[in-house]
Antibody
Framework: EVQLVESGGGLVQPGGSLRLSCAAS????????MNWVRQAPGKGLEWVSY????????YYADSVKGRFTISRDNAKNSLYLQMNSLRAEDTAVYYC????????????WGQGTMVTVSS | QSVLTQPPSVSGAPGQRVTISCTGS?????????VHWYQQLPGTAPKLLIY???NRPSGVPDRFSGSKSGTSASLAITGLQAEDEADYYC??????????FGGGTKLTVL
């Protein structure tokens, strides 16, 4: 079964750091581009970051640029999001999502992991 | 305020047809970038509904269809069913290749 499973969420104080992980299974992880998408409580979806299949190309939303770092380990079938200098507005469910090769549409999503930034 | 504009809500009776619009600009949809649509049922992760403007992944009923014209795109749902009640999001890109989502539309089946 094709699956993405996020982990690493939790409660963190403003200014703190957290590292999210996304474990992929059921497909050739190294062949796919990956993304992080977040959703604040009661709000819509917000794209956060993109990484190419090799990891050589990376993009970030302006709201997280300079604070978040996306990376991947194809040998471990894993995607990561290092989040530093966290703010209250980063509170959200974070989803990892696989991009279809033919269009870039997000065809497989994880169940999400909740990140709460609060003192 | 999302760069891609969707109506906050739409509604329809069972069996009816509803459409959800997604309006962008010459910097995103109008620049030729594809539009994708997602369905999010309450408490669940989003699910891909339409990719590449008008293509349905396997398993998505043909009641769902997408189109794109100029700086806008639309999702149409025919033969509305109670199980279609959900939030719907459009997605595209801009010239910096940043991903863009619409603000989302809540569909209520009356």
């Amino acid at each position: 079964e094709v699956q993405l499973v996020e982990s690493g969420g939790g409660l963190v104080q403003p200014g703190g750091s957290l590292r999210l992980s996304c474990a992929a299974s059921g497909f050739t992880f190294s062949s796919y581009e990956m993304n992080w998408v977040r959703q604040a409580p009661g709000k819509g979806l917000e794209w956060v970051s993109y990484i190419s299949s090799s990891g050589s190309t990376i993009y970030y939303a302006d709201s997280v640029k300079g604070r978040f770092t996306i990376s991947r380990d194809n040998a471990k079938n894993s995607l990561y999001l290092q989040m530093n200098s966290l703010r209250a507005e980063d509170t959200a469910v974070y989803y990892c999502a696989r991009a279809r090769g033919d269009s870039g549409a997000f065809d497989i999503w994880g169940q999400g992991t909740m990140v709460t930034v609060s003192s | 305020q999302s760069v891609l504009t969707q109506p906050p809500s739409v509604s329809g009776a069972p069996g009816q047809r509803v459409t959800i619009s997604c309006t962008g600009s010459s910097s995103n949809i109008g620049a030729g970038y594809d539009v994708h649509w997602y369905q999010q049922l309450p408490g669940t992760a989003p699910k891909l509904l339409i990719y590449g403007n008008s293509n349905r992944p396997s398993g998505v009923p043909d009641r769902f269809s997408g189109s794109k014209s100029g700086t806008s795109a639309s999702l149409a749902i025919t033969g509305l069913q109670a199980e279609d009640e959900a939030d719907y999001y459009c997605q595209s890109y801009d010239s910096s290749l940043s991903g863009l989502f619409g603000g989302g539309t809540k569909l209520t089946v009356l």
